[in-house]
């Protein structure tokens, strides 16, 4: 089965750089995307097409892909990035979705 | 503006079934596939299945086979997820999302306000 593997937990201090991970196996060959979740509140698609960024997401917000691994990075992190992250994508015969197990994000 | 809103919080008890709606605004109804995808106390996200408004196809993930009937009434907007014989373990935050499907790939770009479903004696 197809499996997208997260860190468990980022700590950064505010206005340091933060990198959240997201390795695929086996390798993914449909594009990656990236949620933001709040306590209570629903998802917010941070990231698309492993590396775009919808209209209204800080510029702040970027994405990388390279080999088997993705990975969502937040330059100048501020508190209100404090959230669980979410990697998402597809198998490869793009029939089902898979999730990522969730990465929280602390800010220091 | 895009919304999706969905009805409320529901208590079941083991066994029964539950039925959500999620009503959709601000765009072609058609023109995106439907997703629902839940979330237990705690946990991470896990995806159910998807229906196309426009056609009606239903695709689940093969654990819910059987136990979960995606719909749509596109005369209203409103697509809707029930899920059958329900257990302690379904107990969780049931999402719609907008979003892709096949050709297009996977993504949910507009998600509804989550609705809670209890499944308790």
């Known amino acids: 089965s197809y499996e997208l593997t997260q860190p468990p937990s980022v700590s950064v201090s505010p206005g340091q750089t933060a990198r959240i991970t997201c390795s695929a196996d086996?390798?993914?060959?449909?594009?990656a995307y990236w949620y933001q979740q709040k306590p209570g509140q629903a998802p917010v698609m941070v990231i698309y097409?492993?590396?775009e960024r919808p209209s209204g997401i800080p510029e702040r917000f970027s994405g990388s892909s390279s080999g088997t691994t993705v990975t969502l990075t937040i330059s100048g992190v501020q508190a209100e990035d404090e959230a669980d992250y979410y990697c998402?994508?597809?198998?490869?015969?793009?029939?089902?979705?898979?999730f990522g197990g969730g990465t929280k994000l602390t800010v220091l | 503006q895009v919304h999706l809103v969905q009805s409320g919080a529901e208590v079941k008890k083991p066994g029964a079934s539950v039925k959500v709606s999620c009503k959709a605004s601000?765009?072609?109804?058609?023109?995106?596939?439907m997703h629902w995808v839940r979330q237990a106390p705690g946990q991470g996200l896990e995806w159910m299945g998807w229906?196309?408004?426009?056609?009606?196809?239903?695709n689940y993930v093969q654990k819910f086979q059987g136990r979960v009937t995606m719909t749509r009434d596109t005369s209203i907007f409103t697509a809707y997820m029930e899920l059958s014989s329900l257990r302690s373990d379904d107990t969780a935050v049931y999402y719609c999302?907008?979003?892709?499907?096949?050709?297009?790939?996977?993504?949910?770009?507009?998600w509804g306000q989550g609705t809670l479903v209890t499944v308790s004696s």
């Open positions: 999302a907008r979003g892709g499907g096949p050709s297009t790939g996977y993504y949910f770009d507009y």
């Open positions: 601000g765009y072609t109804f058609t023109g995106y596939y």
């Open positions: 229906i196309n408004p426009n056609s009606g196809v239903t």
């Open positions: 086996p390798l993914p060959k449909q594009y």
């Open positions: 097409k492993d590396s």
């Open positions: 998402q994508s597809a198998n490869s015969s793009g029939t089902h979705v898979v």
